[in-house]
């Protein structure tokens, strides 16, 4: 019993000191404009061009956090927009893995007004969506909240993305939006 207690004390131990993962520009501040990427992010989806507010598109979406924020979009065609970055350390497989970021919905998009979700992504190389690991609700409310995600990856993974999605069960694509700030750094935690 007392090898059993002093096993997870040192497990438990070796989570709380394990790094956290930093983000680069995790608030995605840079020169408000619409069809960019804020610097440290890119996308390997074709036709991905989101856009940095408030002024993009001559829209005023406040940030949560610092100076800008982001837009993403989903079309009538099915395309939807993402974002990403290689991680400065990878997510190991099996290991429990939680962040925070916070979403919002902009009521008038120049007519991409649909609320979405967003899923979270990661990959083993630039680009990649190889492992869906988590998805928000529909965000359909126009004020900053924040929304904690939490996975375990089935194999290391190196890249995560963040991609505008359809609302659950809807069997159309439609024209929609979801605005993105102020992610936190990526943190190991305790298997619930």
């Not at 438990?12 to 960019?36: C, W, Y």
């Not at 400065?88 to 609320?115: E, W």
């Amino acid at each position: 019993m007392i090898a059993i207690y002093f096993l997870l004390s040192a497990l438990l131990l070796e989570v709380q000191n394990a790094p956290k993962i930093q983000l680069t520009n995790p608030s995605f501040e840079d020169t408000p404009r619409q069809n960019a990427f804020p610097w440290g992010w890119s996308s390997s989806t074709a036709d991905c061009t989101p856009d940095i507010f408030p002024g993009a598109w001559g829209l005023k979406f406040p940030p949560q956090h610092g100076k800008t924020c982001i837009g993403l979009v989903t079309r009538e065609d099915g395309t939807r927009e993402d974002l990403g970055q290689m991680l400065s350390a990878p997510l190991k497989k099996d290991s429990c893995y939680t962040f925070t970021l916070y979403l919002a919905h902009g009521a008038q998009y120049v007519g991409y007004n649909q609320p979405l979700r967003l899923r979270v992504w990661g990959g083993a190389r630039k680009g990649a969506k190889e492992q869906l690991l988590d998805s928000s609700p529909l965000i359909d409310h126009p004020d900053w909240r924040i929304y904690k995600f939490q996975f375990t990856p089935s194999k290391d993974l190196q890249y995560l993305s963040f991609e505008a999605y359809f609302a659950p069960g809807v069997l159309f694509k439609y024209k929609g939006n979801i605005l993105l700030d102020n992610c936190s750094p990526i943190d190991r935690c305790d298997r619930a």
